[in-house]
């Protein structure tokens, strides 16, 4: 892409609305736009690393075994009336109603329409276990939607929702969806804990938050060191064996949100020196509900001896925008944001130091055709603006390396290529600058 003719409105000055810097820095980055309170524009740098993250987010819900629906934004109030939580979900439900007098409402989450959906398609004990997922914009009408869209009033969300016949069963589909987890914030670039945590108004007696680490997180959270340095299971993982040890290696270590947390408990089991208290944003929140929805919504099957049983759920939220907002709090310094490889908008920010120069021009553009060519996502700045401008811009967007092409490196045939994370540099040969950016995406 020619930065030319592309749609990048950055922002020299902080934005005065802005209180935590993945805020301040996506409106700089020319990422979002506020519509209204709570609700976003996503200009194209932030829509692209908005569906980079939501890919990765499907893959994984894919690789457990769940399959992709979706499910509309608009529910009708029925389902909700009988599952009791059109009353108990209160003023954060955007209610609305129709030219016919019909009660509607913006989806907040979907347990209702999937189990209703679920139970019309179900015909036997044999058609479990199923997992399904979506991923939609919901609206929660938040009291204080606030730090853009980390806590916004539209916002993407993956739910998956899972079937099964017993709570055993139950229980080894929740497991599935929890190591999905642990990968899925992996490959993001992220550190995410599991933490047991309270279930909220979904109720149920199984749950955990994935929690990643960063100053400005909303929860104070209490954990033992160790969680941050565990491995995450490879992509090889068969989720059809046996994932319990996964999941005790896991929850053994104490970590715990404020709501759970027990400070006896704590210092019990926690060395001094391997106490962990910090603050931490809330990527991803897994239940399980066992029949809270299936009863009153009538989803029961008979099981292999004829009993007619009412079935066994889970659902799996990822909070998809807001882990836009997450990494950027987790990776980024005074000059901008530092993307993982994984989201980055492009893969490579190209510098014309001096566009309009003939031999500068020829050189980038046969760069930019080279690694276009070879599937790297360029972001071209064939500009005329000063090269200071250019390069604070481009460390602002983050992309993780810059290639910088100037007249006087072009007479000897060199260029310069700078590791966004490190800041390091390194001059080149058009070839061996070439090939060090291939190797580093291919
Ligand atoms: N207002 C919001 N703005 C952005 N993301 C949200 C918002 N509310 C929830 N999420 C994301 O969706 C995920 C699933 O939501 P859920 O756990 O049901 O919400 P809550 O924690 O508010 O009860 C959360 O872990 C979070 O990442
Ligand atoms: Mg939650």
Redesign the pocket.
Known sequence: MRLSKYFLPTIKENPKEAEIVSHRLMLRAGMIRQASAGIYTWLPLGFKVLKKIENIVRDEQVRAGAIEVLMPTIQSADLWKQSGRYEDYGKEMLRITDRHDREMLYGP?NEELITDTFKNGIKSYRDLPCNLFHIQWKF?D?VR?RFG?????E?L?KDAYSFDLTAEEGRKSYNKMFVSYLRTFDRLGLKAIPMAADT?P?GGDMSH?FIILAETGESEVYCHRDLVEFDVPGADLDYDSDLEPIIAKWTAPYAATDEEHDAERFAAEVDEKDRLQARGI????IFFFGSKYSRPLNLSVQDSTGRQVAIESGSY???V??LVGAIIEASHDDNGIIWPKSVSPFDVGLINLKAGDEATDTACENLYNRLTKDNIDVLYDDTNDRAGAKFSNMDLIGLPWQLIVGPRGVKSGEVEVKCRATGARETLSMDDAFNKLISEFH
């Open positions: 989450t929660r938040e939607p869209i980390m806590r916004g009033r916002f969300m909220g979904i938050e809330e990527v991803g929140h939220g990822v909070g925008s807001r």
